[in-house]
Every structure is written in structure tokens, then in C-alpha cells.
């Protein structure tokens, strides 16, 4: 994947962390297609954290899980505005303390809007890592996320998630991999396993 960078459309930080929140068992795609009437509505984070769930579910409502990812959403506007004055910060740790952040999230935005060394596993890199051979046995995202930091020199770190990633969605796909299309079959665990 020589471009290797987000799928998911945003102009600002801020703009990022609602997409990569709403991205959670959604495709990019769809996020995509909410983001801009949800951001029009709710422009900055201190309109976000003035909202009513209510009225953000109703933005959100075509993705999964909206009745969390709406009370997730108002949340993480709020301690945005309470803890860092609106401002997304660069720090995984300090991205954790907000609602709806998790690991993954915290890593997507470290790693795409800081350049941070940290890799997001999804459930495409978990995938893709253990298929290729990059990951061995390892039963966790954090499992995966350890093992392939080992491995990936620092200043390659930030652009593995997105060829990780994109290899997954388009080549090494979860039910039928594309193997005979995908540039790796020489090293492939899996594609020498399925030969024999």
C-alpha cells in the first residue's frame, strides 16, 4: 500500500477523535457520511459537551452502537473541555482519560495527528499480524500491539497501522484473502500453510 494513511475524512483533531470514536464496529465509510452533519452541528468541543445525547444520536444513528457512541461522544467533549481546554492532546495516557477512548483510539490519534511511535491493533491488524507471521500466538490486541513493537523500527511505526490496515480491508481480507493479488505470499505464514 504505497499511500498509507486514514480512510476517515476530518479536518481538525477534534474532527478526528469523533470519527475514530464512531469508527468502533463501523466502516470508514459510513463514518465518513456522518461525520460532516455531525461536526456542522457540533462544530467544537464545547458544543459537544453542551449537548443533549439526545440530539447526537439522532446525527448518529445510522452507525453502530449509537446510544453508547452518542453518551461517549459527550462525554469525551466534556473532559476535553474540563481537563485539556478543548484541546486534543498528544498523549495516549492523557487521550484514555476520555470517554470513549480506549487503547486503539488513543493510538489512532497519537500515531495519525502526533506522529507517535504507538500502533492501533483492530480487529484487522490482529488479523493480518497473526496471518503473515508478524504475530505469534498472541491471544489479545495488546498481545499483537507488543509483539509487532518489537520488531517495527520507530520511524515506521505511525504508516504499519495504515498498511496493516489496509492490507486487511483490500488483500488479506477475513473470509476469502485475496492471495493470489497480495505482494507478501513469499513470506506468508498463511499462504504456505494453504500451499501444503
Known sequence: ???????????SPYGLIVAVILSAQCTDKRVNMITPGLLK?????QKMAEADIAEVFESI???????????????????LVELYNGEVPDGVDELQKLPGVGR????????????KPVLAVDTHVFRVAARIGLSTNALTPFATEMQLMKYIPKELVAKSH????????????????????????GVCKYYKHEQY
Open 104 to 115: 486503539k483510539t488513543a493510538n489512532v490519534v497519537a500515531s495519525v495527528l502526533f506522529n
Open 61 to 79: 444513528k445510522s452507525c453502530s452502537y449509537p446510544n453508547n457512541k452518542a453518551k461517549h461522544l459527550v462525554g469525551m467533549a466534556q473532559k
Open 1 to 11: 500500500m504505497p499511500v498509507a494513511e486514514p480512510e476517515l475524512k476530518y479536518s
Open 162 to 185: 495504515h498498511w496493516l490496515i489496509l492490507h486487511g480491508r483490500y488483500t488479506c481480507t477475513a473470509r476469502k484473502p485475496k492471495c493470489e493479488k497480495c505482494g507478501l505470499i
Open 41 to 45: 452541528r457540533f462544530p467544537t468541543p
